[in-house]
Antibody, heavy 123, light 106 residues
Framework: QVQLQESGPGLVKPSQTLSLTCTVS??????????WSWVRQHPGKGLEWIGY???????YYNPSLKSRLTISVDTSKNQFSLKLSTMTAADTAVYYC???????????????WGQGTLVTVSA | SYELTQPPSVSVSPGQTATITCSGD??????ACWYQQRPGQSPVLVIS???NRPSGIPERFSGSNSGNTATLTISETQAMDEADYYC?????????FGGGTRLTVL
C-alpha cells in the first residue's frame, strides 16, 4: 500500500519561500494511472486544492496560487515537491500531499493522503 | 470559478440515516466524490465516481448525483461516523472541494 510523508519546516518567516517534499513509499511515483497533488487546510477550515503534477512533469496549479507556486517531481527519489513564495500569515495551514487515481480526468479522485504537516508563518 | 456548496452541519441520532448534500451548477453532469475527515486525521475517500465505495468503506455509505446536487447517505449511523465530510469535483482540470459538513451523531 502506497504511503506518503510530507517533510519540511514547521515555521516560515513572512516573505520567505516554503519548500515541502512528499516522499512516496510502497510504490513508484511513476505508476501508471496515478499522479500527485498538494492540498492545504487552514486552521479550522476546509480543504483547498493547491496543485498537481504527473511523473513526467506538466503541473497544474490553483489559479489563486499560480503566481507563487512551483510543483516539481523527482522520479529518481520517488518524491515530489512544493515551493510557495512570498509567504504570509494567510498561508498558515496544514499541508497535505496526496496520490490521485487518474481515470478519465473527469472522475479522478484522491486515493491516499499523507498525514499532513502544519506550516506556521510568523516572524 | 466553479463552487460546491455544503451545509455547515448535519445532526443525526445513532442508528438513523444521515444525508449530506453538495450543490453545484449542473453537478450531475460531473462526477462527485466524498471524503471523511475525523478530528486530527487526514481525509479518507469514502465515495468515488458518484456511487463507488472503496474497499474497506462500510456498506452503510452510499452516494448519488443528479441535477445540481450530489448526496452522501450514511445509513444506520454510528458514533464513529462523526466527522467532517467534503465533496469534490473537477472543473476544467481544476479540483474543487466543497466547504465541508460537520456530521454530529447525538
Amino acid at each position: 500500500q502506497v504511503q506518503l510523508q510530507e517533510s519540511g519546516p514547521g515555521l516560515v518567516k513572512p516573505s520567505q519561500t516554503l519548500s515541502l517534499t512528499c516522499t512516496v513509499s510502497g510504490g513508484s511515483i511513476s505508476s501508471e494511472g496515478y499522479y500527485w497533488s498538494w492540498v492545504r487546510q487552514h486552521p479550522g477550515k476546509g480543504l483547498e486544492w493547491i496543485g498537481y503534477i504527473y511523473d513526467i512533469g506538466n503541473p497544474y496549479y490553483n489559479p489563486s496560487l499560480k503566481s507563487r507556486l512551483t510543483i516539481s517531481v523527482d522520479t529518481s527519489k520517488n518524491q515530489f515537491s512544493l515551493k510557495l513564495s512570498t509567504m504570509t500569515a494567510a498561508d498558515t495551514a496544514v499541508y497535505y500531499c496526496a496520490m490521485v487515481r487518474g481515470l478519465t480526468g473527469l472522475d479522478d479522485f484522491f486515493a491516499s493522503w499523507g498525514q499532513g504537516t502544519l506550516v506556521t508563518v510568523s516572524a | 470559478s466553479y463552487e460546491l456548496t455544503q451545509p455547515p452541519s448535519v445532526s443525526v441520532s445513532p442508528g438513523q440515516t444521515a444525508t449530506i448534500t453538495c450543490s453545484g451548477d449542473k453537478l450531475g453532469n460531473k462526477y462527485a466524490c466524498w471524503y471523511q475527515q475525523r478530528p486530527g486525521q487526514s481525509p479518507v475517500l469514502v465515495i468515488s465516481q458518484d456511487t463507488n465505495r472503496p474497499s474497506g468503506i462500510p456498506e452503510r455509505f452510499s452516494g448519488s448525483n443528479s441535477g445540481n446536487t450530489a448526496t452522501l447517505t450514511i445509513s444506520e449511523t454510528q458514533a464513529m461516523d462523526e466527522a467532517d465530510y467534503y465533496c469534490q469535483a473537477w472543473d476544467s482540470s481544476s479540483v474543487v472541494f466543497g466547504g465541508g459538513t460537520r456530521l454530529t451523531v447525538l
